[in-house]
């Protein structure tokens, strides 16, 4: 069989302080039967009360306090003369291509590159041309410029701030601002130094990005403060890759991009709520290259609306890509087979915390740092076993795509280890297989959840690792990690703590 599509090359595949799921071993070659008994295994026999169920708070069952940043950081003051830090086109040779990443692994869009002029504290402050407010605060900016860039996140090295000050990052003056204060960035490089990060990379925010060439570094201290306590570099920042040559091998998201066989989510209004819940991400990893995958929040039994996200351990493996964590919510179609993307989405660039993660199961379950956004709905999750022949669908974006559903049948068990997969049981397998009657996976859908129906319900099953299902191979199949053991082995401690077993 040709191997799943399991991850990044290069990057780790769990955290070494996480809890390790045992793989046991036995199977046959994947290639085999798809015979409806789990692999040789007992069948699996539902029971329905091992569930979370989904939460919509857009019902009514709690009103949840404004955001009091949202307002603010579009009225900011800006600097009146940042200066700009210009870094050429990338070469033919940088551009990542589809034949060097292959088939399934989480998308790359960006990679790293060097920025000399600000690449220490020293030379970034010898930059800074600060301005007095009329708040009676300094201000001073930076705009980094990288030619032929679809995005630019600044990968900033925050060793010192003045309590009180602000950073912010914008394109230009009167479009989005995005705002984070130094309370929150030493939060964030305690998370990330606590997990194993070496200090650079424990104290470097990545920014996010505004769909251009450009990217915007603002610095506030409030009235008082020495300019001499900010203390701050730009040593990188990650280049999003598309030119118009480039755009048929360039891999970025691109509406439209999907495979044929894909179904718009707006097409089956059914899977609205599941829509709902699903989230495109844009993280950058430890070696400074951007990636996309999807992922899912989950309701805990509470019903307490703390952000809980599932993802792949192969899309988010460290807290340092945790922290650098963008999600992008409603991300489809305004209608049926449209190519325009709804108005309403949006997206959150506060990070997320790292909770767990597994090879084991290929699981990442994070705590999104920023409150997660109205309209959304946490989805319930289902603890019980699956049985061969079961109803699944998944919801993702295929390629960075606009939203789509896949329908499908649940197949088998299998063991997944070290890029292999093999039918195995209820007992042993790790991972659920499928194949699909309607819609597939691509690049991009990496971490997007599956869900089962009960009643009239849909629930969390499982989270994509990869496959060898596309539109031109019908007959492939996909495997997702298995939600229940997942569940056992650590997330009931958050999502249902109360619980016995």
């Known amino acids: 069989m040709n191997p799943p599509r399991i991850g990044r ?71 009146a003369a940042a200066r700009t830090v210009a870094l050429g086109a990338l070469g033919a040779q940088q551009v990542p291509t589809k034949a060097a990443t292959g088939p399934g692994v989480p998308i790359q869009i960006g990679q790293a590159r060097g920025v000399a002029a600000t690449a220490s504290a020293a030379a970034t402050a010898a930059l800074l041309n600060w301005q007095p407010t009329a708040h009676g605060t300094q201000v001073a900016a930076l705009r980094f410029v990288a030619d032929g860039a679809r995005g630019v996140r600044l990968g900033v090295q925050v060793r010192a701030l003045p309590d009180g000050a602000v950073l912010r990052f914008y394109a230009a003056p009167g479009g989005e601002v995005v705002q984070v204060d130094a309370q929150a960035l030493r939060a964030l490089a305690e998370r990330n130094a606590l997990a194993g990060a070496t200090d650079a990379a424990a104290r470097t925010y990545w920014s996010p990005d505004f769909g251009g060439p450009q990217t915007t570094l603002e610095v506030e201290i409030p009235a008082g403060a020495q300019r001499s306590a900010v203390d701050l570099a730009v040593p990188r920042l990650s280049h999003f890759t598309m030119t118009a040559d480039e755009a048929e091998t360039a891999l970025v998201p691109k509406i439209g991009e999907a495979g044929g066989c894909n179904v718009d989510v707006m097409c089956r209004p059914e899977y609205i709520d599941q829509s709902r819940s699903v989230a495109r991400m844009n993280f950058v990893s430890d070696d400074g290259g951007t990636f996309i995958c999807n992922g899912t929040m989950l309701n805990d039994a509470a019903s307490s609306g703390t952000p809980y996200f599932l993802s792949a351990s192969h899309c988010i493996a460290t807290q340092q890509e945790a922290s650098s964590l963008v999600t992008e919510w409603f991300y489809r179609a305004t209608s049926c087979r449209s190519l325009q993307t709804n108005p309403g989405a949006t997206r959150l660039t506060g990070g997320a915390t790292l909770l767990y993660t597994s090879a084991g199961t290929d699981v990442a379950f994070m705590r999104l740092n920023d409150r997660a956004p109205a309209g959304i709905v946490y989805a319930g999750s289902y603890f019980g076993g699956v049985a061969t022949g079961a109803a699944l669908a998944g919801v993702h974006n295929p390629q960075g795509d606009l939203q789509k559903v896949s329908l499908g049948t649940m197949q088998r068990y299998s063991l997944c280890d070290n890029g292999s997969c093999f039918s195995s049981n209820a007992d042993e397998g790790n991972f659920l297989t499928l194949n699909w009657q309607e819609g597939t996976t691509e690049m991009g859908s990496s971490g997007s959840a599956v869900f089962i129906t009960i009643g009239d319900r849909r629930y969390v099953v499982g989270q994509l690792f990869g496959g060898t299902a596309s539109c031109t191979a019908r007959d492939g199949v996909d495997y997702y990690g298995r939600f229940d053991t997942s569940y056992r082995a650590a997330l009931q401690r958050w999502l249902n703590p109360g619980a016995t077993r």
């Open 9 to 79: 090359t290069g990057l780790p595949l769990a955290l070494a302080m996480a809890l390790a799921l045992t793989a046991c071993g036995g199977g046959s070659d994947d290639g085999g039967s798809n015979g409806g008994n789990n692999g040789g295994g007992v069948p699996v026999t539902p029971v329905w009360g091992d569930r979370i169920e989904p939460y919509d708070p857009s019902a009514g069952l709690f009103k949840r306090a404004a955001q009091a940043d949202g307002a603010a950081s579009k009225a900011q003051a800006r600097a």
